[in-house]
């Protein structure tokens, strides 16, 4: 298993800002996943990140964006740019093989 | 395209009670299948992986079927809880390039169950 950190827990944020949040992981994993949860919907992945390379972005996300680090292979940042309160989600960091995926605690950001 | 359905979306249960919730899935060319629960302002925590070739998964007072041909999945819950109380998601894994490689999670909406004393 793989005991994930993720930071901040949740924000209020103004509209056209923008937010960087943390996942850190307690082993090195190659693969870590970014997805968002809108309120009453499911999870919906955002982006994989490769340490050492860009992200792959699902279809209706862009870089611009949802940029994302991975400087190594336990900790990677997600940024939610130029806010609106369409964003207004709860975003899950996930680490993980085809067997079994693990979540942090989530961050639930509010963009008024 | 994958899609997973819940049913039902909520579901309230006086404690004791056994329950079942399920899970649809249009696509039956699945690598595997994955229970998770949800508490509230935390993340997803696996309950139960059922892969492919198999037909069940057991963890204490958790059953989780698979009919793939079907496409359904069941989780069943025994003697429920009050601390059972959470949203339960189901997450199906596709299988692509032929059978040799899968694609990503497909989760459902989920069900949030409420088991009351």
């Known amino acids: 298993s793989a005991v994930i950190s993720q930071k901040p827990s949740r924000d209020i944020c103004q509209r056209g800002t923008s937010l960087t949040i943390q996942c850190q992981v307690d082993s090195q994993v190659t693969m870590m996943f970014w997805y968002r949860q809108q309120p009453g919907q499911s999870l919906t992945l955002i982006a994989t990140a490769n340490q050492g390379s860009e992200a792959t972005y699902e279809s209706g996300f862009v870089i611009d964006k949802f940029p994302i680090s991975r400087p190594n292979l336990t900790f990677s940042t997600l940024t939610v740019s130029n806010m609106s309160p369409e964003d207004s989600s709860i975003y899950l960091c996930s680490v993980g093989t085809d067997e079994k995926l693990f979540f942090g605690s989530g961050t639930q950001l509010s963009v008024l | 395209k994958q899609e997973v359905t819940q049913i039902p979306a909520a579901l309230s249960v006086p404690e004791g009670e056994n329950l079942v919730l399920n899970c649809s899935f249009t696509?039956?060319?699945?690598?595997?299948l994955q229970w998770f629960r949800q508490d509230p302002g935390k993340g997803l925590t696996s309950l139960l992986l059922i892969q492919s070739s198999q037909r069940e998964q057991t963890s204490g007072r958790l059953n989780a079927s698979l009919d793939k041909s079907s496409g359904r999945s069941t989780l069943y819950i025994a003697a429920s809880q009050p601390g059972d109380s959470a949203t339960y998601l189901c997450?199906?894994?596709?299988?692509?390039?032929?059978?040799?490689?899968?694609?990503?999670?497909?989760f459902g909406q989920g069900t949030i169950l409420t088991v009351h004393p």
């Open positions: 696509d039956s060319a699945i690598y595997n």
């Open positions: 997450a199906v894994r596709t299988v692509i390039a032929g059978g040799t490689s899968y694609g990503k999670l497909t």
